[in-house]
């Protein structure tokens, strides 16, 4: 690739017309690829990235919800994850308050968006329990934020920026946690208007206490908080990072679960290296469905469910000393964090087809490779009901709505 570190480029030929001023736009010849003061990459499709182009938030515009599309009666100690990457987490005693999580297609409008979280009041909570925590979370892979050079003294600022709305009106709190080194930098936002999608811009200080580890377990957690008992909210919110307070997580916390009126919705989430205000955040970091989910069957994965026929699960071999069993293997579409757990209906619902026609299973195990969590294989054991006519056939999965085998290596 060449390099021209030019101000200004002729967008026909590509070759440097002149140094330019400040604020100078710049239009680059469709294919053509040129650095500009050494750091900023063009293309030609005339997009500047990111000096530090990485899309932390994962799904962050609700597209993606492997599970299903609503996550019912969620509450009394649950935690459980909805949208993929997004989970509705609890900690401490608990009340009465329940809510229903959706995927909903209410979104700001003329943003780019199709998609959003939606939570709901199902069942009030008027008496937090003190020790009552509730939020909406996603986590972050401690090798995914080394960029940030946290626990040094070139640590990097953040930027979080999203759209919401609620009926509600008042405070609601964010906690960003620091899982290493039990660290927590807090922080509120405040809807002006009821009913109303707005865009809010959150500013997180660097920290030169303590590096992230450089690993595939959580380090990071950003918390959009919805209720919170005294011993969650009884201190203040932090000016800097500091050792976490329990007390500082959630100050002023407007309780979600005051009225089974209450909604909540979120989408557009990005989370920025760097220092931004609402006139210079970058625009959403907009990715193909395909991207997307691949990014998130990195976590999660799950094939079935749908209106198909069957689901062909792998192409098994029959055991010469005993053809009612064969082994086969299953390839994941992309590496997963850690050593899968792996979920499958009952052996009634599999069958193994060859040319002869097909068999039903006795029964069905599936066993992940423990030893080579990342290797993308699971290894497919089936027996059947009766002798199959030919030594390779094929492991099916029924169709049926409920019919799922879900692979799970989340944070």
Request: hydrophobic share 35%; aromatic share 8%; charged share 15%.
């Amino acid at each position: 690739m060449s390099t021209l570190n030019v101000d200004k480029v002729d967008p026909n030929t590509g070759t440097a017309l002149e140094l330019g001023t400040s604020g100078d736009t710049i239009t680059v010849p469709s294919g053509a690829t040129f650095v500009v003061a050494g750091t900023t990459e063009i293309t030609g499709t005339n997009n500047v990235q990111r000096p530090n182009a990485q899309a932390l938030i994962i799904n962050g515009n609700c597209a993606i919800s492997q599970r299903g599309t609503s996550f019912a009666t969620m509450g009394n100690g649950d935690s459980q994850y909805t949208l993929d990457r997004f989970q509705w987490s609890e900690e401490g005693g608990f009340g009465d308050a329940e809510l229903t999580i959706t995927q909903d297609a209410d979104v700001p409008t003329g943003q780019g968006f199709a998609k959003s979280l939606k939570a709901v009041c199902t069942t009030l909570d008027a008496s937090i329990d003190s020790n009552t925590i509730s939020y909406i979370t996603q986590k972050f892979e401690g090798q995914d934020l080394q960029l940030l050079k946290k626990g040094t003294a070139n640590a990097e600022k953040l930027t979080l920026s999203f759209w919401a709305k609620s009926n509600l009106t008042g405070t609601f709190t964010i906690a960003f946690k620091d899982t290493d080194n039990s660290r927590l930098y807090s922080t509120s936002y405040s809807p002006a208007s009821a009913d109303t999608w707005e865009k809010f811009i959150v500013s997180i200080p660097a920290d030169t206490t303590g590096a992230f580890t450089d690993d595939n377990a959580t380090s990071l957690a950003v918390d959009w908080n919805l209720q919170a008992g005294t011993d969650k909210s009884d201190g203040a919110l932090t000016a800097a990072w500091e050792a976490q307070a329990e007390g500082d997580r959630a100050v002023g916390q407007t309780n979600f679960f005051s009225s089974t009126s209450n909604d909540f919705y979120i989408t557009g989430i990005q989370l920025e290296v760097g220092e931004y205000t609402s006139s210079t955040i970058p625009p959403f970091q907009f990715e193909t469905y395909a991207e997307n989910l691949r990014r998130c069957q990195r976590y999660f994965y799950k094939l079935g469910g749908t209106t198909d026929t069957y689901k062909r699960l792998s192409v098994n071999f029959c055991n010469p000393s005993n053809r009612n069993q064969t082994l086969g293997l299953h390839h994941l579409p992309v590496p997963m964090r850690t050593a899968q757990t792996v979920t499958i209906p009952s052996a009634s619902d599999f069958a193994v087809g060859h040319l002869g026609g097909s068999n039903a299973c006795s029964s069905v195990t599936i066993n992940n490779d423990g030893a080579l969590p990342n290797n993308a294989l699971l290894s497919c054991l089936a027996i059947t009901g009766s002798n199959a006519s030919t030594d390779c056939v094929m492991l099916e999965m029924t169709y049926a709505s409920t019919n799922t085998m879900e692979v799970s290596a989340e944070l």
